[in-house]
């Protein structure tokens, strides 16, 4: 995952004018896309149509300048796509967004990606500074397209007589456009319906649409700028002499006392949190729910701060077998003690949840802590196995397996059916949340509303109604969930008219 070195000539130094024209045309016809696929529409078929097609032109582009295109940037575009994809698969906000972003930085590696061979060994300095580096040159990118048209071949002799031949082309086509053009708008009542909207242009929308259009040209020319010129080397990393390593001793007294620490709270937790109730309100006077709410989202940031501390360590310890083996030895044990907090934490989310109900953002964070779990074990066997440059590849694939596995699952259909679950064992539901979640909750919700009372069920019925009753149909916006829903709304609608009567 590194870029080509800064001396070597650039591919967009020898820029043809036909290749210019290429780039500038696709930039051009990615920013109409851009504000025809996505101005006042929802996410949905849009994102992977403009991803798909800033992919396909990028291609084309690097065919005509001879630009080759490895088999680990091939991965990436090909993983950006599809989770682009996934997104007309649930309508979760957050869930989209993060599918766009993920789609957005694996297309950006993409363009930067050079050497396959260094892929699995690539250093985190190397997977950010890549990034990094893809980012500037994509928001450079469209400044320097711009900068680089060749006019000067373009006002030569043979430039001159191709332009010539387009304006009398021009000056032959467009009367004969007109003329056939006012027999089909006499001709056809639907036809000239069809050209009047389309030439009435209300003047409020203009600045939308030129946001869009030149937002989404610009984006694309900086993103195949990008990938098709000579970028610098990601940078390597801060570099530390020896004299200032840290020393086997050093090393043993941070992560000892961290350890210490740790081992101190995982004899409490097994104490306290998974003694029960009675004991924790006999030893602090809190409710077994407000213990296990006020501390999972500390446990959670520690999980989260502790991997930087690890691998910080483990770059700034010296380079010999004394200062190795103490890393293994503590770290190792740090690893194993975070996975009891881990579980401390779903113990306190499970209480919170049985008492309180489940939401998406507890959804999330539990995702998050799986994952994080999953990188800590990869951590510890990357070290047991010397095997700690293949850490960052190993942490990549683990955050876009749970990704998707996080779709699969469908987060807001979860949340719904375990609240369903604990109202049909007469624990409170909340309405207003449920219908605050997306139409990914909304077959669960409505199958399940005969576990209500009929104050509740009445109220989320009605909502049903009339949030699906003759949706807006938008192709862009295109989703499976809200294709879903609108299916779940029609065929049980007698049913849901039916729970107010």
Request: with cysteine; aromatic share 8%.
């Amino acid at each position: 995952m590194t870029t080509p070195t800064s001396d070597a000539p650039s591919t967009l130094d020898r820029l043809a004018p036909n290749l210019w024209l290429q780039l500038a045309g696709s930039a051009v016809a990615l920013g109409l896309l851009a504000d025809l696929l996505f101005k006042d529409a929802a996410l949905g078929l849009n994102a992977p149509l403009w991803i798909g097609a800033l992919i396909a032109a990028f291609v084309l582009a690097a065919r005509r300048s001879a630009t080759p295109i490895g088999k680990l940037s091939t991965s990436l575009l090909a993983a950006s796509l599809a989770l682009s994809i996934m997104i007309t698969w649930r309508a979760a906000d957050t869930l989209q967004i993060l599918l766009l972003v993920t789609s957005a930085s694996l297309l950006l590696l993409a363009l930067v990606a050079r050497d396959d061979s260094h892929a699995r060994r690539a250093s985190i300095t190397l997977f950010f500074g890549s990034l990094l580096v893809a980012a500037i040159a994509a928001v450079k990118g469209t400044f320097q397209l711009a900068s680089s048209a060749p006019w000067r071949q373009w006002f030569d002799q043979g430039a001159q007589r191709q332009m010539q031949s387009v304006g009398r082309a021009a000056l032959i086509a467009t009367p004969l456009v007109f003329i056939f053009g006012a027999l089909f708008f006499a001709a056809d009542a639907v036809f000239e319906t069809w050209i009047k909207d389309s030439l009435t242009f209300d003047l409020t929308s203009l600045p939308g649409h030129l946001a869009w259009l030149l937002g989404g040209a610009a984006a694309a020319a900086g993103l195949l700028w990008s990938g098709l010129a000579t970028q610098q080397d990601a940078p390597s990393g801060p570099r530390l002499a020896d004299e200032r390593r840290l020393r086997s001793i050093e090393t043993g007294v941070v992560l000892g006392s961290l350890v210490s620490l740790f081992a101190l709270f995982v004899i409490i937790q097994v104490q306290y949190l998974f003694g029960g109730g009675e004991h924790v309100q006999a030893s602090t006077g809190l409710t077994y729910a407000d213990y296990a709410r006020r501390g999972f989202f500390e446990l959670v940031a520690v999980a989260a701060l502790l991997l930087p501390v690890l691998l910080a360590t483990d770059w700034a310890r010296a380079r010999n077998w004394r200062s190795l083996t103490t890393f293994r030895i503590l770290g190792g044990l740090l690893v194993l003690l975070l996975i009891v907090v881990i579980a401390s934490a779903f113990q306190r989310l499970n209480i919170y949840m049985d008492i309180y109900g489940l939401t998406p953002l507890r959804l999330y964070v539990a995702a998050a802590l799986v994952w994080l779990a999953a990188v800590f074990l990869w951590l510890l066997w990357s070290l047991l196995k010397e095997r700690r440059d293949q850490f960052v590849i190993g942490a990549v694939l683990t955050a876009l397996v749970a990704l998707v596995l996080l779709v699969a699952i469908n987060p807001h259909a979860t949340v719904a059916a375990t609240n369903l679950a604990r109202a049909d064992q007469g624990r409170e539901f909340d309405v207003p949340h449920a219908l605050g979640l997306s139409a990914d909750a909304t077959p669960t919700l409505i199958t399940g509303l005969d576990l209500l009372p009929d104050e509740d069920a009445c109220q989320i019925a009605s909502t049903m109604l009339e949030r699906w009753d003759n949706p807006e149909l938008e192709l862009r916006s295109w989703n499976w969930a809200r294709t879903s829903a609108r299916e779940a709304v029609e065929s049980h609608r007698d049913a849901l008219q039916a729970a107010c009567s």
